[in-house]
């Protein structure tokens, strides 16, 4: 077992080296932050810019190989990602960043994992049956709304029920709020009171895949050969589809939870950009219009290390609840 | 039985007792005190969309404890229905009405949670498919247990597993203790039938119920699961449901039989009526559209033309009559009922009774095959001409096909051969069916595909019409070999692409061969007709076609081309009996009248002696035994045939009762396991037998196939045929474990 | 064996009934049937063909065009003489949603179309081909899926793609990047389909007819992947209209000067107090040009599913013929 997932790893290592590789040479040919220093003023000298980039390895002159091979010495030799145009250093900034990102998107990843879940095995316990119709009818609208509209309709519900109030119920934007004094207490109300909003809505957009996907692997196994089996046994409709169809519909669940987390990482970029959270997401695109070649290409190379423990961890989930695939 | 039956059809007046079960409330008062499960016009309708279909018209029968009750049909007729009516485990959405009582209590109309305590306790059902009847992420012994735990709460953990190992070790699971704890897929098929059949009898059932118990199986892991069916039922004293299509199945373990028909019973008796006496038209049709493995003598089988009717509309007259060869206009006047049949009701099982206002005259002296008007025993015109003067159509020396068994991810390890086919050499003449029997597994399938194949770089050679895929396996010779060999499949419905019209399914082969387009049309015309279907059909999409004439659309693209061999793979094991017999005479037909020579891999021994000239007999990607079929059926010398042949359940219930039977031990191994020496001694029969000194010779030496074998004992001398055999101690004694022979009762 | 050359008058009979072309009914006459039978999914193509006309030739009902400064009505709400209002520009927004709508549609439909094509042959190839080249393709595949497309799509329309924008305008530039991403997931789904009708009987039953591989591909494997490959092309459209709102949405996508559905539904979010109609009328027409695609899509899966109900009338209509 533990062979074969290092080996799956070993295997995603090699992927997550080869997007990162491409995503460096992409980066390092398109973005170029000396024209973004031309812009300053007072207005630096061409070669006061190269200067100031060479010295933090960001030489503009060298080839993009060239740069490309001192930046995997320094990731391989000191674990150094490089640094920003503007002297930051990416390994310094990335932390902060990351820990804002999985605040944001921890609780909404359960939350939409358990509700998606339980409402697919609702509905399809009621299936054809009105809240089954409504509910599913939902995930199949969610389906054709952009996520970062959907987040913005939030906001903007948040800021009426605000407005309604007439007191600040919600914060619709930033993590906390700034020089917040007071006891542990109010920290935590500040603290829901900022988190509720964005998780509320990662979590309604993110339910619906997994609601129709959980309604539809339990309707398939329902009428099982081998529910039948557990009935005749003597177990009820109701105990032969808990114990025996739901466990089986488990199984390809699990495996599409590989997607989920990219799929809410990517999702994250919107929901950093609209809730104003500067966590990852929010920081590459930044990065980006900065013309910062190692934040964006570090980046990257998160994006896929997350997309690669989200496989791993579907296979170790199907393993759990597939005795089939259990390897010797 | 009910006496209410005889209420005459044109009574068109209802008596209060009809009213109130036509409403649903009728009890049955008349059931016998020692019935066990009494059933009174029970009735199931379902609402599709293309309308109400009324699945189960009228059913009544008792069964009491210890007997055993067949309840015979072709797909469609109702049978599997009935006994989920009885089970309760119909979707909420059929309408059941009618009375099913076990031990005197009613159970329509129960709620699920009051049925749940008579389901799996004194009621119990065995499924068709081992395979997904079990779950697949619970050990077996965890499913066991579940069956314990629901009707015994109170039971120790220790006393069910006891109890749960005790069960495995009663439905002849090896090594329970251990097997135990493995899950589903850990079991081959016929285990895990054992395993269902150790959950059904797990609470000491008064009923159960097995719905085609063994027809996912081998013919051998059949013998094995009837056998323990047969244990189960001494254990227990239940009574027992068989349903079934298989005539020959139930002819050994039933004592009655109920023969359906579009939904209801057309014909009840006990197994000597039902088998013997036929009053019906449509069971001694199927009595006659079954081969029989016994019997060399060769007669066509009886065809029923025509399908079932569509249960969607109510039938107005007898529901076989559109199919019935004795139909007269007074058959299509009200539904007949069960009428009794004169003669005498010996043993107090079913009374006999047949729905057919023509029963009287349809007495022991009636010929079936002259009501149903099979047709002649076709001659081929190389009949006459003996073997050796034929040409070879085929021919295969010494192919092997060797599948490397790898292991590890990047590097990968050979860590095993799979002998799939290992060595086979025969040929096939001009004219003459030659057919592979085996379990599956044995590698007959594989021998298909590389004849099919035909590439240079096989380990062997292969001689199609002459040529040879050693000399040249160019794209033009294999166009030239592919003129000469064409092949029907298994399935009908997957071999044929559902996107395209019979037209276009047949036309493709010939366009391939670069005929002009008015010519394949009629070329096509001519096919249909051939195969004996309606040329104006060729329109039509495969859906369309019931299974029988789809699989002649299958034979029509095959013989497209004019090929002098025709390769059957499982020709009609997806069919249903009667139509099974249709295609099987026109198979007959054809390679008489246009002297084709066939090359068939069936399991079912019974289709392989009715069409075959010669067989040969695979075990574990070998040939054990080869020869004549009559020679090989009738004087099997290698073990193995001779279970196999034994294993193979005749529709002949006083024979069934009385003859000897080979039960073989455990599954066919995995070929990666061959042993040095007989691929078989893990399971021979004699093997088991011999003295150890003599063990020692089937362990170590492989035996070749020989066509005369030591003198034998009586100095008898060699019989002039073909027959050739593996195996050192042919006719050798058995060991007395692998026989069984039944009581008769 | 009958005789080839002698003329068999029920035949010439049946040859008549086969070139009246009243009695084949070609498959594609089914589905598309079953699809005019379903309400819903007409809706949705009347929807969806209605509003590209408009964005054809919406324009011509207007005075204003998209580029136009109205400098007496600026940011105004809808009037008389703008039927939507202005933008804050004092841009008609009745021009700007024609014009919208119109890049919107066309990167889905480039997009949808594109890449289903891609997917098909590189799905197909891989199934075909299997073994060493399947491998080496489906590890690519992977690789693409596990690139995170949005900041791929941002390096390459947003930061330093310079070079690029100045050759090309910004929607082409998005609809090559969606491209590169947007396939991957189908051409999965068809190298499992394709290897799984390989297996089939029928396939089988045409190499050993000696019909040539390519013959094969064309007449067995496409025909019967065809049915998702155009359920795939309705999913595609959406999706790459829903990727384009959302990109443009925060403003990595689509720059101003061209305009989308997307571009114009950011540009309104600061001030959709203020000017509300700026923001629901471009959000409008992208709900209605989604859902109606999600009604066809509905539609569509109903009419390819051959276990679907309305078979069952479609057959007993055929057979009764």
């Known amino acids: 077992m533990l062979r074969y997932l290092a080996k799956r790893a070993l295997t995603y290592a090699f992927m997550i080296f080869l997007t990162t590789t491409a995503g460096y040479f992409l980066a390092v040919s398109t973005l170029k932050p000396a024209l973004l220093e031309q812009e300053r003023i007072p207005r630096p000298t061409p070669e006061q810019v190269a200067n100031s980039f060479r010295l933090k390895g960001l030489d503009p002159d060298l080839s993009p190989w060239e740069r490309y091979v001192d930046w995997l010495t320094g990731i391989l030799t000191r674990w150094d990602w490089g640094r920003s145009p503007n002297g930051a250093f990416i390994n310094a900034e990335f932390g902060d960043r990351v820990w804002i990102s999985t605040r944001l998107f921890l609780a909404s990843i359960i939350l939409t994992l358990i509700i998606g879940v339980a409402l697919g095995v609702y509905t399809a316990a009621r299936q054809y049956k009105a809240s089954d119709r409504v509910i599913t009818s939902y995930s199949y609208l969610v389906y054709i709304v952009p996520a970062p509209i959907a987040y913005f309709l939030v906001q903007l519900g948040a800021i009426n029920i605000n407005e309604t109030v007439g007191e600040r119920l919600f914060f619709v934007t930033g993590i906390s709020t700034p020089g917040l004094e007071g006891d542990g207490w109010a920290q935590f109300i500040d603290m829901l009171a900022h988190y509720a909003v964005p998780t509320f809505a990662i979590t309604i957009v993110g339910w619906g895949t997994y609601q129709i996907a959980q309604r539809q692997y339990l309707l398939d196994n329902v009428n099982a050969d081998f529910v039948r089996t557990a009935r005749a046994k003597g177990l009820t409709r109701n105990q032969a589809i808990t114990r025996h169809a739901l466990r089986v519909s488990f199984i390809p669940v699990a495996q599409s939870i590989a997607f989920t987390i990219p799929a809410i990482f990517a999702g994250g970029f919107f929901a950093e950009k609209i809730f104003a959270w500067h966590g990852v997401g929010s920081w590459s695109i930044d990065a980006i219009s900065l013309q910062d070649v190692n934040a964006a290409t570090a980046t990257l190379a998160y994006g896929s290390v997350i997309f690669a423990i989200g496989a791993i961890l579907a296979d170790f989930a199907t393993t759990l609840v597939d005795p089939r695939v259990r390897v010797q | 039985m009910s006496s209410e039956m005889t209420a005459s059809a044109e009574s068109s007046t209802l008596s209060t007792a009809e009213r109130l079960r036509v409403a649903g409330l009728h009890a049955p008062d008349d059931a016998p005190a020692d019935a066990v499960l009494s059933i009174r016009d029970l009735n199931v309708r379902f609402n599709t969309e293309n309308g109400v279909v009324h699945a189960v018209r009228g059913i009544d029968f008792d069964l009491r404890a210890g007997r055993t009750l067949g309840i015979v049909g072709e797909s469609g007729s109702g049978k599997s229905v009935t006994s989920m009516a009885v089970m309760g485990l119909l979707p909420e959405t059929a309408e059941i009405s009618g009375s099913v009582r076990l031990n005197g209590k009613e159970l329509l109309g129960l709620s699920d949670k009051a049925m749940c305590r008579h389901r799996g306790n004194d009621l119990a059902m065995v499924f068709q498919d081992p395979l997904s009847s079990l779950t697949p992420v619970y050990t077996v012994g965890n499913q066991i247990i579940e069956a314990l735990t629901v009707h015994n709460p109170t039971m120790t953990k220790r006393a069910k597993e006891a109890r749960a190992v005790e069960l495995l070790a009663l439905v002849g699971i090896p090594s329970p203790k ?92 006990s197994v000597d009526d039902i088998y013997y006496n036929p009053r019906m038209p449509y069971t001694m049709g199927l009595l006659g559209a079954v081969p029989r493995v016994d019997i060399a003598e060769k007669t066509s089988l009886v065809p029923i033309e025509g399908i079932p009717p569509n249960l969607v509309h109510t039938p107005t007259g007898c529901s076989f009559a559109p199919r019935c060869p004795l139909a007269s206009d007074s058959c299509l006047q009200g539904e007949p009922e069960l009428w009794a049949v004169a003669g005498e009701n010996l043993d107090g099982g079913m009374p006999h009774k047949a729905a057919c206002i023509k029963t009287d005259s349809l007495g022991l002296e009636v010929d079936v095959h002259e009501i149903f008007r099979a047709p002649a025993v076709p001659v081929s015109r190389f009949d006459a001409i003996p073997r050796e003067e034929r040409r070879t159509v085929l021919e295969l020396r010494d192919v092997k096909k060797h599948f490397p068994l790898l ?89 044929l692409d559902p996107r395209f019209t019979v037209f276009e399914v047949l036309s493709e082969p010939l366009e391939n061969a670069g005929m002009a387009k008015a010519q394949i049309r009629k070329r096509i015309m001519e096919l249909m007709e051939l195969v004996g279907l309606q040329p104006d059909h060729v329109n039509r999409f495969p859906n369309q076609f019931s299974g029988g004439q789809r699989q ?95 294993a193979i359940p005749v529709p002949d219930p006083a024979l069934e009762r009385t003859r000897e039977r080979i039960i073989l031990e455990g599954d066919l191994p995995s070929p990666l396991d061959a042993p040095a020496g007989c691929n078989f001694a893990t399971r021979c029969p004699v093997f088991a037998a011999l003295p150890p000194a003599r063990q020692e010779k089937c362990l170590t030496l492989e035996p070749p196939l020989e066509p005369l074998p030591a003198p034998g004992p009586g100095g008898t001398p060699a019989p002039p045929t073909d027959q050739q055999f593996a195996c050192f101690y042919p006719d050798g004694e058995l060991d007395a474990d692998a026989l069984v022979v039944h009581e008769t009762n | 064996m009958t005789n080839l050359n002698t003329i068999d008058l029920a035949a010439v009979a049946d040859e008549a009934k086969i070139e009246d072309g009243d009695v084949v009914i070609a498959k594609s006459t089914i589905i598309l049937r079953r699809f005019l039978r379903n309400k819903t999914a007409v809706a949705g193509l009347v929807i969806f063909l209605a509003l590209t006309l408009f964005s054809f030739v919406g324009g011509f009902f207007s005075s204003w065009d998209k580029e136009a400064i109205d400098p007496f009505n ?16 004092g841009i008609d927004l009745y021009a700007l949603t024609v014009e919208g709508t119109r890049i919107s549609i066309l990167i889905g439909l480039v997009v949808g179309l594109v890449s289903v094509l891609i997917a098909a042959v590189y799905g197909c190839t891989m199934a075909y081909f299997g073994g060493k080249a399947d491998k080496v393709m489906l590890f690519i595949l992977e690789a693409l899926i596990m690139m995170p497309a949005l900041l791929v799509v941002a390096v390459a329309t947003s930061g330093g793609g310079n070079g690029l924008q100045e050759t090309l305008p910004s929607w082409l530039l998005l609809i090559i990047v969606l491209l590169v991403f947007s396939w991957m997931g189908t051409a999965r789904l068809i190298r499992s389909l394709s290897m799984s009708l390989m297996q089939r009987d029928f396939v089988k039953a045409a190499q050993y007819m000696g019909i040539p591989p390519r013959r094969i591909v064309w007449r067995h494997l496409v025909p019967n992947i065809g049915s998702l490959l155009v359920l795939d092309i309705t999913r595609g459209v959406t999706g790459a209209i829903l990727a384009e709102v959302a990109f443009s949405f925060i403003g990595i996508g689509i720059k101003v000067p061209d305009v989308s559905l997307g571009v114009l539904i950011g540009q309104a979010t600061s001030q959709v107090a203020t000017f509300p109609w700026m923001f629901w009328v471009p959000l409008t027409v992208m709900f209605l040009l989604t859902g109606s695609l999600a009604m066809m899509n509905d539609g569509l899966r109903d009419a390819f599913d051959p276990s679907s109900g309305s078979i069952g009338s479609a057959k007993k209509k055929k057979t009764s013929k």
């Not at chain 2, 298989?246 to 023969?259: C, E, F």
């Open chain 2, 552 to 646: 002649r659309i299958g034979i029509a693209r095959a013989l497209a081309v004019n090929p002098k061999l025709v390769v059957l793979d499982e020709p009609v094991s997806a069919l249903d009996v009667s139509v099974q017999a249709g295609v099987i005479n026109l198979l007959d037909k054809l390679r008489a009248e246009l002297g084709l020579s066939y090359l068939m891999v069936a399991h079912d021994l019974s289709v392989v002696r009715h069409i075959s000239n010669r067989v040969a007999v695979m075990y574990l990607g070998k040939i054990v035994e080869i020869g004549d079929v009559d020679a090989v059926f009738d004087n099997p010398r290698h073990p193995y045939t001779r279970a196999l042949l034994s």
């Open chain 3, 74 to 89: 600026i940011g105004m709400p809808p009037s008389a003489e703008h039927l939507l209002g202005t933008s804050q520009a």
């Open chain 2, 178 to 269: 251990d097997r135990f704890k493995a899950f589903p897929h850990e079991f081959s098929g016929g285990m895990r039938q054992r395993v269902m059949i150790a959950i059904a009898i797990a609470n000491n059932p008064r009923v159960l119920i097995a719905d085609e118990p063994t027809t996912a199986l081998d013919v051998t892991i059949q013998a094995q699961v009837l056998e323990v069916l047969h244990t189960a039922q001494e254990e227990t004293g239940a009574a027992v449901v068989m349903i079934t299509h298989d005539l020959g199945v139930v002819a050994g373990m039933a004592d009655d039989i109920m023969v359906m028909y579009a939904g209801k019973p057309v014909e009840t008796g």
């Open chain 2, 407 to 495: 292991k590890g991810a990047l590097l990968k390890r050979r860590i095993g051969t799979v002998k799939a086919v290992d060595g086979l050499s025969f040929d096939i003449r001009e004219g003459e069916c030659f057919s592979i029997v085996g379990e599956s597994g044995c590698g007959k399938t594989t021998t298909l595909l590389e004849i099919m194949e035909f590439h240079k770089d096989q380990d062997g050679e292969v001689v199609i019409g002459g040529l040879s895929n050693k000399e040249a396996s160019d794209a033009r010779t294999k166009s030239a070999m592919r003129k000469e060999l064409q092949m029907v499949f298994q399935d009908p419905t997957g071999a």
